[in-house]
């Protein structure tokens, strides 16, 4: 053990973070560590009274180009690369007067802060660090002599091994520091790739790369014998990765999923027009409505499905009231998950203490671009987000019948939630609420006859006498490739369709609509989900 110890004498410092740095290297110089550090942080170390030496006195040029060029050069990449029980290599520092670095601590240049601000080309140009990544790589590279902190949550474990080990760390924390020193470079340099990218207009670029941020390890993944973790990506959108968890147990990994496929559905809704919510099963929406208040939509998205309902998540576009909480917590109920929650509703929900409260402080925008990834054997499939919404598609009536107002309010509902339900995907609707739905199913018209019957079922349940699929409006999120699917949902009762049309058999299925007088209007638009 004690061949791979390493004694810290001098540390090298340039940070753009400087939470903990005074109190770190205080500690440090305790311990009897050499301090070198770059303009703002040696200036920040001098005003706090430690002794700190200027890069400058070290490489013997100064800083230059505007900050570009002051850590590049021989005496400080020679005193971190330098394998110290090299013979050559320690030769070769004697002789060029290079001390050796034992500990580097860097973080980078803002750059993903600054481009998820909206700063223009020089700005995000600007807050590209090199210098930094040049001095993390080097330092993870020789691990066995250097140690590198690259985040000031580290500080600690660095710290503790020093007290533990008289001013030396183990081989242990250096590799694991090495690796997350990787990881971060890695993580920045994909951020910047993908600006370039996104800038560019390059949906295709020859090398295609992601990173994210931990945000928890998870108990296990889709089932208990796989591993899985959570990370926020650089995208800044609002939802499950940014929201705050207000009480409940530990979020499981479908918790998580489920969790952002209600919160995404919900966010079709906007606030200002009406309450919202969303109940979500195993990634697909089991109901959902809207209403002049939140508990109006919640108990009219419960009426759909409420045997699918238990154990569910409830997504809701306003924040959540005590009306809403009150009724939701009647029912097992997983995750909430709404912008806010009002100090009587989070009381109302902290009685159930298993169910988890989240706050997501804003709703993501449907209509932002970015990127969904996903992967397969052996590599990845990248594809820009589905950001088309109703509001902004051209509604095409091709049958004899054009919509009245009130189906067209239900047809452009529907359609909404159509979009959020795996494929092939059929919705019914009625009163600006889902009262049937049929997803996944390898058939259209499958689906179509499961959504009836499920609406059925949800009837039976709570003891209506009418079904509730007579006299609504269906959403598929595909066109009809014949007309078997529509004659389905004509004889569960649909009086209207959307659908986004396209199919050789068109005709056949605006003339089946045209047959038994139901209105059908086209998107030109597809809603597949996978």
């Avoid at 997350?180 to 020859?206: E, H, V």
């Avoid at 002049?292 to 759909?304: F, G, H, Q, R, S």
Wanted: with cysteine; charged share 25%.
């Amino acid at each position: 053990m004690a061949e791979h110890l390493r004694r810290i004498s001098r540390a090298l410092l340039s940070v753009s973070d400087k939470t903990g740095l005074i109190d770190f290297a205080r500690l440090l110089v305790g311990f009897g560590v050499e301090l070198v550090a770059t303009g703002g942080t040696r200036r920040a170390l001098a005003d706090a009274g430690l002794p700190v030496r200027d890069v400058s006195d070290v490489t013997g040029f100064p800083e230059m180009m505007d900050g570009r060029v002051k850590t590049l050069h021989p005496k400080i990449h020679g005193g971190l690369l330098a394998v110290r029980h090299n013979a050559e290599h320690a030769h070769a520092m004697r002789e060029h007067g290079i001390p050796a670095i034992d500990l580097l601590v860097v973080n980078l240049y803002p750059f993903e802060e600054t481009i998820a601000q909206g700063a223009d080309h020089d700005r995000a140009i600007e807050t590209i660090d090199i210098g930094g990544p040049a001095l993390i790589r080097a330092a993870a590279k020789n691990h066995d002599d250097v140690a590198v902190i690259v985040e000031p949550s580290d500080y600690a474990a660095l710290t503790d091994e020093l007290a533990e080990h008289q001013g030396m760390t183990t081989q242990a924390l250096r590799r694991r520091l090495a690796a997350k020193a990787f990881a971060r470079t890695a993580a920045y340099d994909a951020a910047i790739a993908n600006w370039f990218a996104a800038r560019l207009g390059d949906a295709a670029p020859d090398f295609r790369t992601f990173g994210g941020r931990l945000v928890e390890a998870l108990r296990y993944g889709e089932n208990p014998h796989q591993t899985a973790a959570f990370y926020r990506t650089l995208e800044l959108r609002r939802g499950v990765a940014t929201a705050r968890q207000l009480q409940g147990k530990e979020l499981s990994y479908n918790n998580i999923n489920d969790t952002d496929a209600a919160y995404e559905c919900v966010a079709e809704f906007d606030p200002a027009r009406t309450a919202a919510c969303v109940i979500v099963k195993h990634a697909n929406p089991c109901g959902v409505a809207e209403a002049a208040t939140l508990v109006e939509a919640y108990c009219k998205a419960l009426a759909c499905d409420p045997v699918s309902a238990f154990g569910g998540i409830v997504a809701l576009n306003r924040a959540l009231d005590a009306d809403a909480a009150r009724a939701i917590t009647k029912i097992f109920t997983e995750v909430i998950i709404a912008p806010d929650a009002s100090q009587e509703a989070i009381a109302i929900v902290a009685a159930k203490k298993n169910l988890r409260l989240m706050t997501a402080g804003g709703l993501p925008d449907p209509r932002v671009a970015g990127l969904a990834v996903k992967s397969v054997a052996g590599g990845l499939l990248v594809q820009s987000r589905d950001n088309a919404v109703i509001e902004e598609m051209q509604l095409n009536a091709v049958t004899r019948r054009a919509p009245t107002a009130a189906e067209y309010l239900d047809l452009r509902f529907a359609f909404r939630v159509a979009k959020h339900v795996k494929s092939n995907a059929i919705v019914y609707a009625k009163d600006g609420a889902t009262v049937g739905i049929g997803a996944g199913q390898m058939s259209r018209v499958d689906a179509a006859r499961i959504a009836a019957r499920k609406a059925a079922d949800a009837a039976r349940e709570t003891g209506l006498a009418t079904l509730p699929t007579v006299g609504s409006v269906v959403a598929s999120d595909a066109f009809f490739p014949f007309a078997d699917g529509l004659l389905a949902a004509i004889e569960a009762g649909a009086t209207a369709v959307i659908q986004p049309g396209g199919s050789m058999r068109d005709n056949e299925v605006i003339k089946a609509a045209d047959d038994h007088d139901i209105a059908m209007v086209f998107t030109g638009t597809r809603h597949f989900r996978h």
